[in-house]
């Protein structure tokens, strides 16, 4: 089987000094991948590098198949690859449906003339992406706060908006950078419910971010860990549990909790 995401001997130096060393893995369809380490070791940089904002200094990102390395941020989101981040970026003078519909920017074909004119065309797409954003608002169980500012959101419903943003142009992959980030209890149990049906019902991979250890090692299907730029470990959560290197690297005895 093809995966979904596969990342071959990805490399990548910021002044001489190596944040990604040879980095590899493969994806399948479908597939909730972990990916933890310490601080430093390379997981975000290796989120950029998948989605074209930083390209890679050696090695290649396919996606299906299809070499997608070194495409701009807007052609590998228009193929089907989407992003959240670390910290909530909403527009915080737009509402959520407002927000969650600009998800969709890669999908626009109105131009500034229908825009001028107040086209049929542009009217039409208003309205779809409208009916795609509800949707999507109500999928991550925030549709009653489609209508309010983003900004009169509390972190965790910025958290889901985003969430939903990155699903309404149904994407074939979604990197997650820290989801869990800041939320309670409650609504870390909401987060893994949410990660599960984005996969069963959606048919959605993921790539997850997470340095809450309960979270990442319940809901994944396999993990990948970094460490210093590098995979230091990857397999099944039980396996990498136990796995010494990860232990020594970063672990712990949290990995007991």
Avoid: W
Wanted: hydrophobic share 45%.
């Amino acid at each position: 089987m093809t995966p979904r995401l596969a990342v071959e001997g990805i490399g990548l130096a910021f002044g001489g000094v190596a944040a990604l060393r040879g980095v590899g893995m493969a994806v399948a369809p479908g597939e909730i991948r972990g990916i933890i380490g310490p601080n430093g070791a390379g997981k975000t940089t290796l989120l950029n590098v998948i989605c074209g904002i930083i390209p890679p200094g050696e090695g290649r990102v396919l996606l299906d198949g299809q070499d997608i390395t070194g495409l701009s941020p807007s052609r590998i989101a228009a193929r089907g690859v989407r992003r959240t981040f670390q910290t909530t970026a909403l527009f915080r003078g737009l509402t959520v449906l407002e927000n969650v519909a600009t998800g969709l920017h890669t999908e626009t074909r109105a131009g500034l003339l229908d825009g001028v004119l107040g086209s049929r065309r542009l009217r039409e797409e208003e309205r779809e992406a409208a009916e795609r954003a509800r949707q999507a608002l109500d999928f991550v169980g925030m549709a009653a706060c489609a209508d309010r500012p983003a900004h009169a959101l509390s972190f965790g419903q910025q958290r889901l908006v985003e969430i939903a943003r990155a699903l309404v142009a149904e994407p074939r992959v979604v990197l997650m950078d820290e989801p869990a980030v800041g939320l309670s209890l409650n609504r870390l149990a909401d987060i893994d419910r949410l990660l599960r049906r984005i996969r069963d019902e959606r048919g959605v991979t993921l790539l997850l971010i997470e340095h809450v250890i309960r979270l990442v090692m319940e809901v994944s299907d396999s993990i990948t860990v970094l460490g210093s730029g590098a995979v230091i470990a990857e397999g099944p959560p039980a396996a990498v549990r136990e796995d010494p290197a990860v232990v020594a690297a970063y672990l712990g005895t949290a990995v007991h909790a």
